[in-house]
């Protein structure tokens, strides 16, 4: 059963003016609220008492009310406890059809909805990419998070709490969180920033979001990396951008195929660390010439640095937005790979002078961002955790990525692995003549969440099939026995 807060009233419209008495008014919008499930079994109504104070009425129809709700089983009296919707009625039979009341109101006339909406594809996200399962991307090691210290800081934080918590705030975001980060992105990153560029978002996604909506206007082109990452694209498209994709081949983003496709593009996506969802880090040349492209061509590089802390064959690569002498890159962070994705805090840094116009949007958005999780996250990283997990998390893919490898290349030799290099996930190809469709479907039958390469194409007519397989949440000793499923799979297709 669901749990729902008790003690909420629900909707109950009194009008002492109509003939219909006040007992028989409140009788049926209870009755009406239990059927169409506004109330659930179980829950918890006001008091007699209560209500009478809520609706400034007297209590004797409440009484009467309550008293008929009772006799025929709609709510139920715990002593001690107060009136509750009755337990025992069935979920199925609590429908609108046996209350004779339609909750589908009818939907006709003119109900325009905007064009930018509608350039979305429907959202139908299969349940499955929520659950844990052999291969789900952006999956973290649930059992390595440290939950004790996790829930000590965040009971520290909510203990010493000061009533200016409690405010509107900066919509920046914290400045000791953001000094914090600032000192983590020079440190780690390479990135060449201080306290004041930092943003705080609810991650990439609204950090993209923010960025769109102070670089572009609707028209102008977007260079997005083909494959690449169909939430990017989203975010663009609603704007009413153009989206250009551009080849990524084995140094990254191809800029020379960029520039003959669209020269003045007004931004460029790219993650150039470790390319979503290949896997390529882009090389030292073609770094300095998009880096110069921008300049020449007065772009903007918004540099989408979401999983680089994780390399485990070499030393992490330093972000581009480091090597800008221009400031013309803008880059996001988040901590959904590092921690966990429903945290929802990531980070932009912004060039100086475009800061106004961030802080702008991002305050006519949403004002600014939560406290809470950034007073914990400062005392997180502040006191060493941070990085702590990052090297233990570290060893664990490692271990993992190296048990995936090398059980592809036992068991499906014909699947070519990219991107192996770094992340949380790498991509494997299939053989022509495989679609990865045919396969993935019925892999969810065996719980094993493939997500598809070929979706990651916006041309679709080049798009190469295999799949993104993720290795958080697959320990090294479920992983063989997964890719031999998955194999199965292959073969029956
Ligand atoms: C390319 C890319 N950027 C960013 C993210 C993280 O997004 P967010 O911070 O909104 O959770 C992901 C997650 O899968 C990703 O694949």
Redesign the pocket.
Known sequence: MRRVASSLTPLILVDQRSKKPLHRQIYEAYRAAILNRHVHPGQQIPSTRGLTSELGISRLPILNAYSQLLAEGYLEARPGAGTFVSSTLPEHSTTIQHAGISANKSSSGHRPVSRRSSVLPRYNLPPRIFGRGAFS??QIPTEEFPFRIWSKLIMRCTRNVQTAALHYSDPMGSETFRETIADYLRTSRGVVCDARQILIV???????EIASRVLTDSGDDVWIEEP??P??WQVFKMAGCRLIPVPVDEEGLNVSAGHRRSRKARVVYT?PSHQ??LGVTMSASRRLQLLDWAQRSGSWIIE?D??SEYRYDNKPIASLQGLDRHARVVY?G????TLF?SL???YLVVPLDLLERFVAVRHAMDIFPSQLYQAVLTDFIQEGHYARHIRRTRLTYCERRNALVDALRHECPEVKVLGEDGGMHLVATLPKGIHDGQISERASLEKLWLWRLSPCYLDRTRSRQGFILGFGSTTAHEIPKAVHRLRSLIKSR
């Not at 988040?334 to 790979?337: A, D, G, M, R």
Request: charged fraction near 15%.
């Open positions: 991307v952006g609810s991650g990439s996604q609204q950090a993209l690449g990452y939430l990017a993650t979503y969802p989408d979401y999983d996001v988040t901590f959904s790979k994705p929802r805090v990531g």
